[in-house]
């Protein structure tokens, strides 16, 4: 499976705070994906290092690899250059960052030097490996990096997403009165829909691990099928909490456009849920209007800050939608 550039980031930023991040990554995804940002911006993040300098000479103890040769292949000397760089001593609070990019460019030679690299990773060091075919890298080179693939947009999944959720409010906006029980159903309902999310992203991590677990069983220990585990479990989470957090934007977006409404304003977020928002600006003052607004913005710091989910949620659906 394929990660957005927000989730694949999110992930790393969470391990990176818990101090668990792994030595090595393979970034990889097709021309456009994000590999060479979402590699400057974990350089930066581990290291303080602006974003735009990483893959300049301007970065302190970053260092690239990339095809320059004739053949546009990354040589045995570039790898052992990087190997040298890295067994310098980092500055305190700071990690060595190797970043090999266009990995799958790597001469055989350079290959097997840097799977020495791999399995014995200098202290303080972080390997970042990037590629659009990651198929043509040696397997020994690919069972011992975490893989992130990237995709060039998951616009359609949650452009579904946010239609199931918009479906339900406008349902709501028919309703004539709203009492506590609708509310708290609503709430049920909106769970119903982040469940429905966490499962299809369970299953589709869950299919990745076991092909990888089919792929590497046997030139591989224990240890790393553990550290895989590990992995997905937070990729999992990660993906989740973004689309969770889309889903919050999008109810903002529907109460911002009743707001709209209200003051004479024809522009809106959900152009699609304008009858509905529309009406609803009828039946609320502005000062209502902004209640529940600074309701949906509790809902999404409160969540932020790891309050439980579903008691977050019912709260903020009673305050949101009950009269």
């Known amino acids: 499976m394929s990660f957005s550039h927000t989730a694949a980031l999110g992930y790393l930023r969470r391990a990176h705070e818990q101090h668990r991040l792994a030595h090595a990554y393979l970034i990889s995804g097709s021309p456009g994906s994000g590999k060479q940002l979402l590699a400057a911006e974990l350089a930066s993040l581990v290291n303080g290092t602006s974003v735009n300098d990483v893959f300049s000479a301007k970065a302190r103890e970053i260092f690239v690899a990339q095809p320059e040769s004739k053949s546009r292949r990354i040589v045995i000397e570039q790898i052992r250059d990087l190997e040298h760089a890295l067994q310098m001593r980092a500055s305190d609070g ?72 918009v479906k339900l409010l406008q349902q709501a906006a028919r309703e004539q009165s709203w009492s506590i029980q609708y509310a708290y159903r609503l709430a049920q309902e909106f769970q119903r829909l982040l469940r429905a999310i966490r499962e299809q992203i369970k299953g589709e991590t869950d299919q990745a691990l076991k092909q990888e677990h089919a792929r590497y069983k046997d030139s591989t220990d224990g240890v790393w099928l553990q550290d895989r585990e590990e992995y997905y479990k937070a990729l999992t989470e990660s993906s989740y909490l973004q689309r969770r957090a889309e889903l919050i934007e999008t109810l903002f977006a529907w109460w911002s456009d009743v707001l709209r409404s209200s003051n004479g304003i024809k522009r809106f977020n959900l152009p699609s849920a304008k009858r509905e928002t529309t009406a609803l600006a009828t039946r609320f003052t502005t000062i209502e209007i902004l209640r529940r607004i600074r309701c949906v913005e509790e809902l999404r710091d409160h969540l932020n800050r790891n309050i439980q989910e579903a008691l977050a949620i019912e709260v903020a659906f009673l305050a949101i939608f009950a009269a």
Do not use: G
């Open 94 to 165: 700071r990690r060595k960052v190797a970043i090999i990019s266009d990995a799958d460019r790597l001469q055989p030679q350079a290959a097997n030097a840097f799977l020495k690299t791999l399995e014995e990773p200098p202290k303080d060091s972080l390997l970042l490996l990037l590629s659009a075919l990651p198929e043509a890298l040696p397997e020994t080179i690919l069972s011992r990096c975490i893989a992130i693939p990237l995709t060039e947009s998951n616009q359609d999944q949650n452009k579904l997403e946010e239609e199931r959720l």
